[in-house]
């Protein structure tokens, strides 16, 4: 089975590109295997010493990570895409991970058997690494429409089918009424983040990669339990807030990928949107939920 090229992306945190870099060498043969690692170039003064120590930690690794360190600062967009678009002029697929994250041990087996498994299965758009806690899995995978970010795989034909064009998706989505269904019933608010990308509010490569994949009506895979961990959410990203977001522990689950029933799963979608409900307070306006949470709002602000 042949193996894909890992393309790390990083920029001023050392101790989260050492920490990522630590979980990947319990992963099987990673020492073999192809990386690149993307570092992008200070956004001020102040950023030029971690952009330096970020460099010694990569090349610290090994002196076969071919290290790819921009001189200016190009910003996340940018970077992802252009670091994506320089592995895949060489190989046919591709394993991506931001410094934020951590790898379960099985994840580059994960990807490399979903890469080989669904290689000619136009179908599917990715393979993803995390997963958010749903609940009572049967199967050790499932799919949903469109494609995400923390940890993850595809092929050079799927991302060349990227609309980079923010406006384009919108126009897209909208003329064909899939607000809706795009925003999960109202769970999460992707059509806004594709908005306020149009508008140049935001840079985010990931809602564009989401949106095309979802526009051509392709599916990713993602494991039952999770194999990523977002630790960045330390406030420290560039798009990363604190939060009350847990990590969990990791296993050595490594699952196995079926090509008999590759749809949509709507049990997971409709636990996803309970999970983003929850998590986010996005209940519909008929929803107990929504007041629920108002209500405690009201007496927490009356007894302060």
């Given at each position: 089975m ?8 990083a920029?001023?945190?050392p ?9 990947l ?10 990386v690149?690692?993307?570092i ?5 003064k ?13 090349k ?28 895949l ?13 951590v790898?379960a041990?099985n ?16 179908r ?10 749903v609940?009572?899995?049967k ?18 034909d ?9 406006k384009k ?5 909208e ?10 019933d ?6 806004k ?8 509010q ?9 949106a ?8 990713s ?7 990523i961990?977002?630790m960045?959410q ?24 079926t ?18 409900r929850?998590?986010?307070g996005?209940y ?8 629920i949470k108002?209500a ?5 602000r009356?007894?302060k």
């Amino acid at each position: 089975m042949s193996t894909a090229p890992i393309a790390i992306f990083a920029f001023n945190r050392p101790g989260h590109l050492r920490r990522l870099l630590d979980s990947l060498q319990k992963n099987d043969n990673f020492m073999k295997e192809k990386v690149f690692v993307f570092i992008d170039g200070p956004h001020s003064k102040s950023d030029i010493e971690k952009v330096i120590e970020v460099n010694e930690v990569a090349k610290s690794y090994s002196t076969d990570f071919e290290v790819v360190a921009s001189v200016e600062n190009r910003g996340l967009s940018a970077s992802i895409f252009a670091g994506i678009d320089h592995v895949l002029t060489s190989f046919d697929r591709i394993i991506v991970l931001e410094d934020d994250l951590v790898v379960a041990r099985n994840f580059l087996n994960y990807c490399n058997n979903g890469l080989e498994i669904y290689a000619h299965d136009v179908r599917i758009a990715s393979i993803q690494g995390f997963t958010p806690d749903v609940k009572n899995m049967k199967d050790e995978i499932y799919f949903l429409r469109g494609a995400d970010c923390w940890g993850w795989a595809t092929w050079k034909d799927r991302w060349s089918a990227i609309e980079r064009d923010s406006k384009k998706l919108l126009s897209e989505i909208e003329q064909k009424g899939l607000q809706k269904s795009f925003d999960l019933d109202g769970a999460y608010p992707y059509t806004k983040m594709l908005q306020r990308q149009a508008l140049g509010q935001v840079d985010s490569w990931a809602i564009r990669w989401h949106a095309s994949m979802f526009l051509q009506d392709r599916l990713s895979v993602y494991p039952s339990d999770t194999l990523i961990e977002n630790m960045g959410q330390d406030g420290s990203g560039t798009h990363q807030r604190a939060s009350f977001f847990v990590p969990r522990i990791l296993s050595d689950f490594l699952p196995e990928f079926t090509v008999d029933y590759v749809e949509e799963n709507i049990k997971i979608r409709k636990q996803l949107k309970k999970f983003l409900r929850k998590k986010y307070g996005t209940y519909s306006v008929l929803s107990p939920h929504k007041y629920i949470k108002y209500a405690k709002k009201l007496i927490s602000r009356a007894f302060k």
